[in-house]
């Protein structure tokens, strides 16, 4: 499988995603029941979605210090962010929740932050450079 050296933008971005991600995970982890009452979400969104968060850093991590990435998996996470960026819309607009104008604020907050860490690390890969040594074969 093709892999890249990452770039600046690349590492930068994902080392950025990594760390407002851990962050989130800790809150939403570490207070669970207040948040979740603070913002009008089910417990158990706020727990298992930090859970979640916990896992997906460790990989933003992994990747912001490998030498060496795979494209595709640059294009799942952008994917998984522009992803993320509709779930907070459609959770209140869909009445899968029915948070209070904070819950509102803290979902737009996401899908902003996530939608500009979607566009970091698109460019961020387009700006890699293929892996030396590396030949392109495709599969028919």
Not at 44 to 59: H, I, P, Q, R
Not at 110 to 116: N, T, Y
Request: charged share 5%.
């Amino acid at each position: 499988m093709r892999t890249v050296v990452p770039s600046k933008l690349l590492r930068a971005a994902l080392i950025a995603d990594a760390s407002a991600s851990g962050a989130l995970a800790l809150l939403q982890i570490a207070a669970a029941a207040p948040l979740a009452e603070w913002l009008q979400f089910p417990h158990d969104l706020v727990a298992e979605s930090g859970a979640f968060l916990v896992a997906y850093t460790a990989l933003l991590i992994v990747l912001a210090a490998s030498g060496r990435v795979w494209p595709a998996l640059i294009v799942l996470i952008v994917a998984g962010n522009v992803g993320w960026a509709i779930g907070c819309a459609a959770l209140p607009a869909g009445g899968f929740v029915a948070p209070n104008a904070l819950g509102v604020a803290y979902l737009a907050v996401q899908a902003v932050a996530v939608l500009v860490f979607a566009a970091l690390q698109y460019f961020g890969l387009k700006s890699s450079s293929a892996a030396l040594g590396e030949t392109s074969t495709s599969a028919a």
